[in-house]
């Protein structure tokens, strides 16, 4: 594996590691409440 191929497959990797952490982070906001209830069901 030459820097070429660590350099591209390291963009990809913190491309999708971003994208999924902004999808999370929105479902998160949108539905805390929701989630915390669930949360607090599943747990206590």
Do not use: D
Request: charged share 10%; hydrophobic share 55%; aromatic share 24%.
């Amino acid at each position: 594996m030459n820097l070429m191929q660590f350099s591209g497959l390291l963009v990809v990797w913190l491309l999708s590691t971003l994208f999924i952490a902004t999808l999370t982070w929105f479902e998160f906001r949108r539905v805390r409440f929701n989630f915390n209830v669930s949360f607090r069901c599943c747990f206590y």
